[in-house]
């Protein structure tokens, strides 16, 4: 029985530790595709705002077949050069603003909120 136990015992270590691992692998992966994420998520959310409001739809696609879009679509060329400037500063500012916070960190600090 004491042999059988301690077989437990062992396997159970090997299965933690293979859990811990496959874990960090994980999370890795997460983050190479958490860009594609937020993207995903921004052009979602203009989405179901067009989707909501279909008169700002027919207004943006009047305005755009009139001729006077001409001025605002090189207006809308400089902005998305701009950003193709600022893209990089932006991306870092953020990175080094907000930092990685891990979620077992956060979560010790919610339950002790509440008390």
Not at 27 to 51: M, Q, V, W
Not at 91 to 108: C, F, I, N, T, Y
Request: aromatic fraction near 6%; hydrophobic fraction near 40%; glycine fraction near 10%.
């Amino acid at each position: 029985m004491n042999k059988r136990l301690e077989e437990l015992g062992r396997r159970k270590q090997s299965l933690i530790a293979r859990c811990t691992q496959e874990r960090e692998e994980v999370a890795g992966y997460f983050e190479r595709c958490r860009p594609h994420l937020d993207l995903t998520k921004t052009l979602a959310s203009i989405g179901n705002t067009l989707k909501s409001h279909p008169l700002l739809v027919a207004g943006a696609s009047g305005f755009l077949m009139s001729g006077r879009a001409r001025g605002f679509s090189r207006l809308a060329l400089e902005v998305v050069g701009v950003w193709r400037a600022i893209g990089p500063l932006w991306s870092w500012w953020r990175k080094r603003r907000g930092g990685k916070q891990e979620v077992s960190s956060a979560l010790p600090a919610a339950k002790t909120a509440r008390k």
